[in-house]
Structure formats: C-alpha cells, structure tokens
C-alpha cells in the first residue's frame, strides 16, 4: 500500500493552495482529484480573469452559522499575503472596484501559480476516491489504482455548485461518515427565479440593468440589478441569493438614495405636463421606468393629473418593490454552496476536526461562504494554509 504522510483530497484552489503550504523536507505530500485538470473553477472565475481576493476581506463579509469561526484563519493569511504571492509570481493584477483584485491577464495564471508552489508534491488526476476509512492508526483511502495510506487526511472537495466542472458533495458524505454535523446546503451567489406574475415586467426587459439596493436579513447590498427571461440577476441579486430562503419576499429599491414620490411631486408642481414615464425616466432606465407605468395603468398619464396616493404608490413601487421569488437558477450555475461542515465540530485555527485527529476540512464545503467579490478564493487560501501548516 503506498504510504503518504497528507492526503489532500480535491485540487482546486484550497487542495492546491494547502500542499504549497505543507510541504517541507521529508513530508509527503499528495493531492488526488478526479476531474481531468486541476483548478477548473479557478479557469472560469471572475469571467476568466479570477478575481483572486478582496482588499477588505474580514470576518463580517462571511456568512456561517458562526459568523466568527473564519476571523482566526483569515488574520492569520490575509488578502496582503496572496497579493505577495502573486507579485512574485510576475502576475500583473488590477482592482476593478470595492477591494475586488482580478488578473490583468488569464485566470489560469493563478492555478499555474499554485502548481509551481506545491511542485514538491505528487498531483494525482484522473484519481477519484472510492472509499475511505480509519485503520486506528491512520486513514485508508481506496482509489482505481489502488489503497493509499496517510496519517492526516484534507478533504478539500469544494461545494455542489456547478457538477459539469466537477462538483460532487463528497465532503459533506465524508463529514457525516465520521460523525461531524452539516449545516443545511443550498445554492448561492445564484440568480432568482420567479413566477409568472413578475416574469411579465421581467422578461420583456431582460437585458435592462439598473443600480438597486436590497436589504434582506444581514444582508444589504447595492449594486447592478439585471432583469433576465427566468427573473433577476446581477451582482445584487447574486448576493442577496446567499441570505434569501424559499418562500421569503425581498424589498428592492430600484433608486437608492432619491425618494420617487417627493421628486414626482416636486416635479408635477415644476413641469406638470410631463407624462410621468418620462419623468420617472429620469430616475430609472427609460424602458424599466415605461413598463412600471405601463403596469401601473399611467403609460399616457400626465403628472398634473395625478393625485398624492397616486404618486406615493408609484414611489412604493420604485422605493420598495416587493418580489417573492419562486427559487433560484440552483447548483447549475451557483457560484457557490452556502452551508456545509458545520464550523462546532473544526478547529478554527487548524481546521482540523475536533473529535477526529488528522481530518481536516477547508475551502468551500465548509460552512463558511464570502460575499461576491474575490472573498470566497481568500477563504480557500486562508483555510488551506491554516490546515497545511497544522503541526
Ligand atoms: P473547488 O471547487 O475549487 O475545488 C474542489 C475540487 O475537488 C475540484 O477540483 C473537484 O474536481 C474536486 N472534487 C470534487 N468532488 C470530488 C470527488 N468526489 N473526488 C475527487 N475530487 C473531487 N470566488 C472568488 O473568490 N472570486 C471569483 O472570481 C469567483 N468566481 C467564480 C465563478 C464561477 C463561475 C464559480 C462557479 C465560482 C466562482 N468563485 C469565485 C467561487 C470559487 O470558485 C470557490 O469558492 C472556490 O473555488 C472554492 O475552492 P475549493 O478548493 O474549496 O473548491
């Protein structure tokens, strides 16, 4: 039986980035993946380019049933220790907007990055595990090409999100076989789908985009909002996915910081012929703000005509949209699996079970899941070199 001294099952960012950090003389290090290349969610990130961290990654920008579990790890590898890695590698990078850091070139220079860091190490693709178990001494982990026998095992096997790449919930089938508990998975940084009721406005302006606020729980986000055939998109919207469960509503501003009535009013005392479409064309995208008014019955109304119900009604519906979606796009095109390893059975400075010496678990099925924004990929550096440096 071949004899290594830590397992590492997964290669994408965190199994790729914990055998970097394993490594020194003498330790045998060994990463298996069944997927044919290693770092494939790596390659489609960011639109290619990898938004690798996130300038101002702290604890709050997380969710976890223990919103403090992630703070040891990340204080301890910060956003500034990967921009050093990647400066030494020659890697040229930019900030696109609120901390988020991308490649100026491909994505795969990360991934090319992380194997030049852990070449000490022996990548095994093509490799998928059958089974695993504990002798008493150590684990024994059987693949196609035979029992591989290792005292520290890391399960680094991501979320379930997007299964054509790769994506199975091996982590969390492995985390129940030696007893450590799992908070509730579901897709997230996913667009919404809704019923047929509000696809009538959505569908005919899919493609329209237009800055919005949401507030839902913990959560409160301003950004792009991007109406589709299927529902709502964008960046607000991938975000507040992560907070929102079935059957919730969600309040949505379509014009953060302008009050709609009083601008109306103020208007209709000001120009009261205007038709109220294009006024309201002023504040929102001028297709957006016609299919509100259509909706709403004022697509030819003029404003002087209109009384204060009215024009309060119409700034609810622009201030304070209220949508129930009927669901998400799911694992399909999820960018992440909110949930997973549930955060009371780690070690938050090793990430090492607490009940089960030398099994480890980092990166995304842990649950520990960024905002958008580079944050989850700092995770997976924090939370594998935490593990790999484990004594
Ligand atoms: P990851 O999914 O990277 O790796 C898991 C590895 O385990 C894979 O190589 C897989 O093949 C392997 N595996 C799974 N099951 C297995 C099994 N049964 N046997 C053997 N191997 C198995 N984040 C961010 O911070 N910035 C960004 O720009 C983006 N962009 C982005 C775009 C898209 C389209 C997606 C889907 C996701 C992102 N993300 C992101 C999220 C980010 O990609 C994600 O959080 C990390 O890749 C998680 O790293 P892990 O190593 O934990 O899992």
């Not at 549930?342 to 099994?359: C, E, I």
């Amino acid at each position: 039986m071949e004899q290594v001294d830590l397992l590492i099952l997964g290669a994408g960012a965190a199994g790729l980035f914990c055998a970097g950090s394993a490594l020194r003389p003498g330790r045998r290090v060994m990463v298996l993946d069944h997927a044919a290349q290693p770092g494939e969610k790596i390659r489609i990130s960011g639109g290619g380019r990898c938004n690798f961290t996130n300038l101002a990654t702290a604890a709050d920008r997380f969710l976890s049933r223990n919103p403090r579990f992630a703070a040891s790890a990340l204080a301890r590898f910060t956003a500034a220790d990967f921009v050093r890695l990647v400066d030494r590698a020659g890697i040229a990078w930019h900030e696109k907007t609120q901390g988020q850091l991308f490649c100026d070139g491909k994505a795969t220079q990360i991934t090319r990055m992380l194997l030049d860091r852990m070449s000490g190490a022996d990548l095994r693709m093509r490799s998928a595990p059958r089974s695993v178990r504990h002798d008493g001494t150590g684990f024994v982990v059987e693949t196609a090409g035979g029992a591989i026998r290792t005292a520290r095992l890391v399960v680094a096997t991501g979320g379930k999100s997007i299964p054509k790449i790769g994506a199975t919930g091996i982590a969390y089938d492995l985390g129940a076989q030696f007893g450590l508990r799992l908070v509730d998975t579901r897709a997230g940084l996913v667009p919404l789908t809704f019923a047929e009721q509000e696809l009538a406005l959505c569908r005919p302006l899919a493609g329209v985009s237009v800055e919005a606020e949401i507030r839902h729980k913990d959560g409160r986000f301003r950004d792009a909002l991007l109406f589709t055939h299927r529902g709502l998109s964008g960046p607000v919207i991938l975000q507040i996915s992560s907070f929102w469960n079935p059957g919730e509503t969600l309040q949505i501003d379509l014009a953060p910081g302008r009050d709609i009535a009083t601008d109306l009013k103020a208007e209709r005392t000001r120009a009261g012929r205007a038709g109220i479409a294009s006024v309201l064309g002023n504040a929102l995208p001028a297709r957006l703000a016609a299919a509100i008014c259509e909706e709403m019955g004022l697509a030819q109304a003029r404003l002087a005509d209109q009384p204060n119900a009215r024009l309060d009604a119409l700034g609810a519906r622009v201030n304070r949209w209220q949508v129930r979606p009927v669901g998400t796009e799911g694992y399909r095109t999820a960018e992440v699996t909110v949930g997973g390893i549930d955060t009371r059975d780690l070690d938050a400075r090793t990430m090492q079970a607490r009940k089960v010496p030398g099994l480890f678990f980092i990166g995304e099925c842990v649950d520990v899941t960024g905002w958008l924004g580079g944050y989850n990929f700092q995770w997976a550096w924090a939370s594998a070199d935490a593990a790999g440096r484990a004594d």
